[in-house]
């Protein structure tokens, strides 16, 4: 573990107060400003749904920098999250330490608004301005916004007008960029001058009282530091120890095989039909009863599509008693219509009906949710719940896969890099719909190549399945893994109807999710070319294929890009001449992709690319372009 700042490091304990025990909880943060926020309040949400049943029960506290709150967009997307079905946590304490300036920079070229806290007029949240030379203001003040915030349920701001006596850091001259600020600052009286003159006049202690108390403070802190200097190491407690006591980190041997998350065909087919079936006695929209009556062919043909695969995964969970949330944006129904987690009667009641939360009465529950037009707070947000779920399924969604632009900063400070700087596993799944059909560059790519980069020691899984039996297995192994990682999936936009993209119940039934896919249509011996690829682009090239009648060319699945199979992948060449042609395909053009990262993984061995060439945007804008580009991949691949 390379670690952080100490004062990133996360923290827990118990601590008395009145007789009554409080946990107190300090999240792990980057110091990227407020990043660390929609985590706490997703942690919060977590403790809430599993532990709790209570919001009166905990509350979380943000502590903001004046310049921070104002700039930062995260802060006003946490507070449209504060009443929102999927995300509220019965109101959060903000404290605002407004020091008016932000580094170097003076709070009248920080914000165009009169207060840095104006951001919670946007839900009419009570903001409490307080002069943090008044000590006995500010604890009244405290005092009051957690009475406000027990009673309402909301958030509330306090901003604690102060000012900031040294500057930024040890090394940082204040006075080159606010000197008639820091003389008045030199010559001001201390927090603890100010607050002794106000006890002296009042007669509540006198001064050699008061000199007692600094020394002997004082003395404990020097007997506390020597103490701390006589240990050699020290010890690093996950900041959620306990909730974590059953999951132990991975070694790189976990990654050679994959757990067994076969169910029972009997229970399979249950289990389907139940998800399957619209109770009886509610009127439906007709399209809704159409879905459904599919959705039950699908398994009595023994021929179940992606979201068939998908929700069957969910259902073993639950029925095994993992809880499983789904939150992102039309979630519910699914962006391309696949879903209906999530179905209304009709238009007179519109009650809402989740089949998979009626499945037996001891099922862990479902919870599914819209969210809001965000993706920084909320995949935040469903990160800081799986790091409170750790035996459960926590999904983030993206509309479309390069929706997680918008969220890069929780992929670059914690989804990737939390366990090496903290210590701290998290099992988020993110999906990202993701595929070229030539109806618009922008929401044709999930970025894999960002996601590639940043992989190293182990931090993530990065997936790209083809089988809904693939995504099954997927799924399961997310939970029935006895460490955590997060989970980056690749999903499919074409292959959700697509007519070969089908698995039967046997196939997931049967053994765990397969990390590469050989091909068992050709016959190694008389295979000139190997080609190697991930996704959807598997389905073009095998139909051009079999369009061309070529039978010389063998198409290996990577179901797994990273931690890259290596293993998994020997075993699929096994049996193919030496002097074989090897390559990688791809639909995404060459500066992008996945093609950098198997150059750089198969650095030994004599691969070429079939991809199209370096692009500035991801795709073409225009189905008639993408289509012209397509056939001059097809034509330099089977030429």
């Given at each position: 573990m390379d670690g952080d700042v100490k004062y990133h490091l996360g923290y827990s304990r118990d601590i008395t107060v009145n007789g009554n025990n409080v946990h107190v909880t300090l999240c792990p943060n980057p110091s990227h400003l407020e990043a660390v926020n929609p985590v706490v309040?997703?942690?919060?949400?977590?403790?809430?749904?599993?532990?709790?049943?209570?919001?009166?029960?905990?509350?979380?506290?943000?502590?903001?920098?004046?310049?921070?709150?104002?700039?930062?967009?995260?802060v006003y997307e946490i507070v449209q999250m504060a009443l929102l079905d999927g995300y509220r946590t019965g109101g959060t304490i903000h404290i605002v330490t407004n020091n008016q300036v932000g580094f170097t920079t003076n709070y009248l070229d920080a914000r165009s608004s009169t207060y840095c806290t104006d951001?919670?007029?946007?839900?009419?949240?009570?903001?409490?301005?307080?002069?943090?030379?008044?000590?006995?203001?500010?604890?009244?003040?405290?005092?009051?916004?957690?009475?406000?915030?027990?009673?309402?349920?909301?958030?509330?701001?306090?901003?604690?007008?102060?000012?900031?006596?040294?500057?930024?850091?040890?090394?940082?001259?204040?006075k080159f960029t606010q000197p008639t600020l820091y003389k008045?600052?030199?010559?001001?009286?201390?927090?603890?001058?100010?607050?002794?003159?106000?006890?002296?006049?009042?007669?509540?202690?006198?001064?050699?009282?008061?000199?007692?108390?600094?020394?002997?403070?004082?003395?404990?802190?020097?007997?506390?530091?020597?103490?701390a200097k006589s240990k050699t190491s020290a010890f690093v407690k996950h900041f959620l120890e306990e909730t974590w006591k059953d999951v132990r980190f991975s070694t790189p041997e976990d990654f050679d095989s994959t757990p067994n998350t076969g169910i029972a065909e009997k229970k399979?087919?249950?289990?389907?039909?139940?998800?399957?079936?619209?109770?009886?006695?509610?009127?439906?929209?007709?399209?809704?009863?159409?879905?459904?009556?599919?959705?039950?062919?699908?398994?009595?043909?023994?021929?179940?599509?992606?979201?068939?695969g998908e929700l069957l995964a969910y259902a073993t969970l639950l029925e095994e008693g993992h809880p499983v949330r789904v939150s992102g944006q039309d979630v519910e129904r699914g962006t391309f219509s696949h879903r209906h987690a999530v179905v209304k009667t009709d238009e007179d009641a519109e009650k809402e009906i989740i089949t998979l939360n009626m499945l037996s009465k001891n099922q862990?529950?479902?919870?599914?949710?819209?969210?809001?037009?965000?993706?920084?707070?909320?995949?935040?947000?469903?990160?800081?719940?799986?790091?409170?779920?750790?035996?459960?399924l926590t999904i983030w969604e993206a509309q479309f896969g390069d929706f997680n632009n918008g969220a890069q900063?929780?992929?670059?400070?914690?989804?990737?890099?939390?366990?090496?700087?903290?210590?701290?596993?998290n099992g988020i799944v993110m999906f990202l719909p993701h595929g070229y059909e030539g109806q618009g560059s922008e929401h044709s790519s999930g970025r894999m190549e960002r996601f590639l980069q940043l992989c190293a020691e182990h931090n993530m899984q990065v997936c790209d399945v083809t089988t809904p039996a693939?995504?099954?297995?997927?799924?399961?192994?997310?939970?029935?893994?006895?460490?955590?990682?997060?989970?980056?999936?690749?999903?499919?936009?074409?292959?959700?109807?697509?007519?070969?993209?089908?698995?039967s119940i046997k196939e997931m039934s049967k053994g765990s999710f397969q990390m590469v896919i050989e091909d068992n249509s050709v016959d190694k011996k008389k295979v000139n070319k190997v080609v190697l690829c991930t996704g959807k682009m598997y389905y073009?090239?095998?139909?051009?294929?079999?369009k061309r009648g070529v039978t010389d060319m063998a198409l290996i699945r990577l179901e797994q890009l990273y931690p890259f199979p290596q293993k998994a992948l020997k075993k699929a060449m096994k049996g193919y001449g030496k002097k074989v042609q090897l390559l990688w395909a791809q639909e995404e053009p060459e500066n992008m992709g996945a093609w950098s990262y198997i150059m750089r993984m198969m650095r030994k061995s004599n691969i070429d690319v079939i991809a199209y060439p370096a692009q500035a945007s991801p795709a073409a804008g225009s189905s008639k372009m993408h289509e012209a580009r397509m056939r001059q991949v097809m034509d330099q691949l089977f030429a």
């Open positions: 309040e997703g942690l919060t949400r977590a403790k809430i749904d599993h532990y709790l049943n209570d919001e009166k029960k905990i509350v979380p506290i943000l502590v903001h920098g004046d310049a921070a709150i104002a700039g930062q967009g995260i951001v919670a007029k946007t839900t009419l949240c009570p903001v409490f301005h307080v002069n943090a030379d008044d000590v006995e203001a500010v604890i009244t003040t405290m005092q009051w916004a957690l009475e406000y915030r027990e009673k309402y349920n909301m958030d509330v701001f306090v901003d604690l007008l102060g000012y900031r006596k040294y500057g930024h850091n040890e090394g940082d001259e204040p008045q600052i030199a010559s001001h009286l201390s927090l603890r001058e100010l607050y002794l003159k106000q006890l002296t006049a009042e007669g509540n202690i006198t001064n050699e009282e008061a000199e007692t108390v600094r020394i002997n403070f004082e003395t404990h802190l020097d007997a506390s530091l020597e103490k399979l087919v249950e289990l389907g039909t139940k998800l399957s079936t619209l109770p009886k006695g509610e009127k439906f929209f007709r399209k809704t009863e159409k879905v459904f009556e599919d959705r039950l062919n699908m398994i009595q043909n023994d021929q179940l599509d992606w979201a068939m862990a529950p479902l919870r599914i949710y819209n969210s809001l037009l965000s993706e920084y707070g909320v995949l935040g947000f469903d990160y800081g719940y799986a790091f409170g779920t750790p035996q459960g900063i929780m992929i670059d400070q914690f989804i990737s890099a939390a366990e090496d700087k903290w210590g701290s596993m693939n995504f099954f297995h997927l799924l399961r192994k997310q939970v029935k893994q006895p460490f955590r990682k997060p989970l980056i999936v690749f999903t499919p936009k074409k292959l959700l109807r697509h007519p070969k993209a089908v698995s073009d090239m095998a139909e051009e294929r079999e």
